[in-house]
């Protein structure tokens, strides 16, 4: 893994969930850590149904093995937010590579 490459600022934020004291729950996003990766647009889709379009835009990181395990304990669900774009992106798949280093993640943001 170059680290020359990491150059994109990512924010790791967890979703938490806490009572809403009227016996429901609440979902809220709490940045847990930044770490930093390689970004690489991937491409998108856009589609509508029942009158609603909806925009689909994909994104693969880069990062080192060790950062993203160390920012992502216990495998909580988690979605990142890249520094400079609007919104959050959801985790599709992650895969972990032993021989070079790297963890490979691939987000999704919907809109």
């Excluded at 709490?30 to 690489?40: E, F, G, P, Q, V």
């Excluded at 909806?54 to 890249?82: G, M």
């Amino acid at each position: 893994m170059n680290p020359g490459k990491l150059n994109t600022r990512i924010e790791i934020k967890h979703i938490t969930r806490t009572s809403d004291g009227y016996g429901g729950w609440t979902n809220t996003l709490t940045t847990y850590d930044t770490i930093w990766a390689n970004l690489k647009e991937k491409g998108g889709d856009r589609s509508s149904e029942f009158g609603v379009r909806n925009t689909k835009t994909q994104v693969q990181l880069y990062v080192r093995t060790r950062t993203i395990n160390e920012a992502t304990p216990n495998n909580i669900s988690f979605v990142f937010k890249i520094a400079g774009f609007d919104g959050d992106y959801r985790v599709d798949d992650i895969f972990q590579s032993d021989y070079k280093h790297f963890t490979k993640i691939i987000g999704i943001k919907i809109e």
